[in-house]
DNA sequence: CGTTCAGATGTGTCGTACTGATCGGACGTA
DNA sequence: TACGTCCGATCAGTACGACACATCTGAACG
């Protein structure tokens, strides 16, 4: 997926099983605080071991999203731990639509951010990359296919985050969108139709602000670009609202 | 009441051996991308089991700092592991300069976005926090005591991101404000000198902003104190480039 | 009515056996 | 000598079984 390019297709069971975890949470609907399944039940339920389960349990205790208790059991970790105290790392899914909107605010501030710097920063290599992956998002659209489409946006945003030249800038871009590829899983999800043809126009405009040096021009661009994905994702959930049972 | 759980001083041993393991790194003088020892070799040197091993080293691999290759061994995270791929979260020490200034760059975006958002967002009470913070920055200032100023410095910044109301933004400005502070551990240092009158009155200034409402005002303040911030940072490099040997 | 104690539950730890990916060296062939 | 193949060693991944130890529950007991 989006990891590391590792060199064989191999992925160990216990990162698989540790996010099936995290869904079997959402699944049970548990909240921050509540008491999770014993490692025996996940292991059955997951149709995997024990070993494995702990492993998985382990890495989630580490990213904060799940505490053990010796003697009593493993508990869904609360706020305070989820954001991550002490030496752990913050992360986080969202589980309801608030989150959501908070995530949208926070993307739009990095990528406002990157699309800005990369308009000053941006060298010709990087600018070609922006501009290839705008157009295989276009490519993917005109010819109906998802999957380049998805992969065209995820590359241009990538790509516009790596010419900003700020490590760190790069890193919450990342971490936003992958939260919010998460919370895809959880109910929302991106699509070709609707919004596509708009994203792929907004594209080109950041691009052209970036390579006409203009920063505001391209952080403009940006901010509407996710301001329009935000309402698209407003007017899906509403449909859902809608026809769903649940 | 609530009966606290009662975390009597246990500490479990998988957690133990992954600090261990760290140390180890250090001790060795492993550098990133290095090969480690084997589980069994871990094992054998800590004095406990592969199991308490392989549970610590997920540990330290969801913080992103070992890798492990299943035919291979474990290796010492690279850079790209660092800086939190995939599921991982950021966990990176600023080594030089640039990554020093990328982190300014990264706290102005950061910091002024969240005190925009509380220019409209912040409660009667966070405002409050917001000032009292401020007052004990100036009293820390003007007695001199040091500690009193970091703590008012940082409940300050912590407040304002608490009012934007984001949880992501305030992450974020957490975990830059930590990667700052490890920086300062490396070599840079802030000292109640120097910028300290200056951060005082900025520290007013934008906390006015937020009072009367004004969104604009409020960012701009945060970015001028951010930037003399960094100024102060400069100047204090500049310093030791002619004190210092290395 | 409070205290104690025994069992049940569940995580923590250990040992062992085996699978499968990877690497490097031996061997054979051109 | 150069190159491909094969085999064995190495090492992480997985599974199972057993027990230690912390915690909770409830029944027996004073």
């Known amino acids: 997926m989006t990891d590391t390019p590792r060199e064989s297709g191999y992925r160990p069971g216990y990162e698989v099983a540790a996010e099936q975890v995290l869904e079997l949470i959402v699944r049970l609907g548990l909240r921050p605080g509540d008491r999770m399944p014993t490692e025996n039940d ?20 580490a990213l904060g999203r799940v505490r053990a208790q010796k003697g009593r059991g493993l508990y869904v970790a609360d706020d305070e731990g989820m954001l991550g105290t002490g030496r752990r790392a913050a992360f986080f899914l969202p589980t309801d639509l608030d989150h959501v909107y908070m995530l949208f605010e926070f993307r739009r501030t990095q990528e ?17 990359a922006i501009e290839e992956a705008a157009g295989m998002c276009r490519h993917g659209f005109e010819t109906g296919r998802e999957d380049l ?17 700020n490590m760190f800038l790069q890193i919450a871009v990342r971490e936003a969108r992958r939260l919010q590829a998460q919370s ?11 919004h596509a043809a708009k994203a792929v126009e907004e594209h080109d405009a950041i691009s052209q602000a970036i390579r006409a040096g203009d920063p505001e021009a391209a952080a403009q661009a940006a901010a509407t670009h996710i301001d329009n994905t935000l309402d698209d994702y407003r007017r899906e959930i509403q449909q859902r609202l809608f026809s769903s049972d649940r």
Request: aromatic residues 4%; glycine residues 10%; charged residues 25%.
């Open 42 to 61: 996940l292991a059955r339920e997951l149709g995997t071991s024990r070993t494995v389960v702990r492993e998985a349990v382990k890495i989630l205790s």
């Open 112 to 128: 406002m951010e990157t699309s800005r710097l990369a308009a000053r920063r941006a060298t010709p290599a990087e600018l070609r």
């Open 149 to 165: 489409f998805n992969e065209g946006d995820d590359t241009f945003h990538t790509a516009i985050a790596t010419a900003s030249h």
């Open 184 to 194: 895809s899983l959880i109910g929302l999800r991106g699509s070709v139709g609707g």
